[in-house]
C-alpha cells in the first residue's frame, strides 16, 4: 500500500518525466522549419499547405519554408522527408497517394510509409464525385448500374492514372455495384476531365476540385460523392452510399506527416496549431474555393485513419491489379 510519501515521490518523478517534453514542445520552433510537398505548385496539397502553414509562421512567429519537391507520383519527395532529423524541423504534406504508392511501389520504395512517418494530423478532404457526361443516358446512380449492367464493358471511365484515387474510387463502386466497365488511364486529373467532356469517356470518379465549374455549367452530371458526408460544394448531390450503394465510404485526404521518433509534445503541438488555422475564415475560404473541405484531427485520429486507409488501399490495388505507369 503506497504511503503519502511514496504518492508524493511518484508524482514528482512523473513530473520530472514530463518536464523535458513540455519544455521541448515550448522551445519549439527555435529555427525555420521545412515543409516539404512532394507535389507540383499550384495544386490542391500545394495550396491547402502554404495556407497553413502561413498561419503557423504568423502564430509560432517562425518561418515554415515550403519547398515542393515533385516526382514519381509523391515519391521523391517522401524519400527526403523519411531520411530528415526527427526533430520537427521537416514537415511533409501529403495526400492518400501517399498510402497508396506503399501497396503500387512495394519493395521499390526506399522507406517505410508506415514505420518511417507519423501522422500530425488531416488538413482536408477531397471529396470525390461520380460524374457522368451529359449524353449518357443515366439521372441517378441506379440507373448508371442498370445501364452498365446491360451493357457489360460498353461505359468507358476515365482517371487519372493507375492506382490513383480516381481510379481506386471507382473500382471498389465496380466491387460493389458487381459491374463490368472499363478503365482508360490518364496522366493527371486535367486530361482524366478533358476525356469526360470530349466523349472520349462516359463516366469518371472525380476530385470534386477539377469537376466543380463544369458541373454548376451544366456540361458533366454529378451522380453521387464518395464520402461519408455530402460535399459542402454540392450540398444537393447525395452521397454514394445514399443514392443506392450503403456502405460506400472512400474519402481521399490531404495531411501533415512528420519523420518517425519526432517528438511528441513536438507533433501535439503541432497538431495543435493547425486545428486552429483551419478554424480561420479565410482559410476556410481558401479551401472552399478548392472545393475542399477543413477536416481537423486529433494526432490519434488521423494515425487510425492512415492503418485504416493503407489496408483497404492495399486490397483495392491488388483487386484492380493496377501497376507503376
Known sequence: MNTPLSCTAAALAAACIALPSITLAQAWPAKPVRVVIPWPAGGSNDIVGRVVMQELSRTLSQQFVIDNRAGASGVVGADLVAKAP?????????STTHVGNAHLYGKKLTYDTMKDFTGVGMLSSQPGVLTVHPALPVKTLKDFIALAKAKPRQINYSSSGNGSAPHLQMALLISMAGIDITHVPYKGGAPQVAALLGGETQASFATLGTVISQIQAGKLRPLGVGSSSRAKALP???????????????????????????????????????????????????????????????????NRILRVDFEKYGKLIALTGAKIE
Open 86 to 94: 526527427a526533430d520537427g524541423y521537416t514537415l511533409m504534406v501529403h
Open 236 to 302: 444537393g448531390v447525395p452521397t454514394i452510399s445514399e443514392a443506392g450503394l450503403p456502405g460506400y465510404d472512400m474519402n481521399p485526404w490531404i495531411g501533415v506527416f512528420a519523420p518517425a521518433g519526432t517528438p511528441r509534445a513536438i507533433i501535439d503541438r503541432l497538431n495543435t496549431e493547425m486545428n486552429q488555422a483551419l478554424s480561420i475564415p479565410e482559410v476556410m475560404s481558401t479551401l472552399a474555393k478548392q472545393a475542399l473541405d477543413p477536416a481537423p484531427t486529433t494526432v490519434d485520429e488521423f
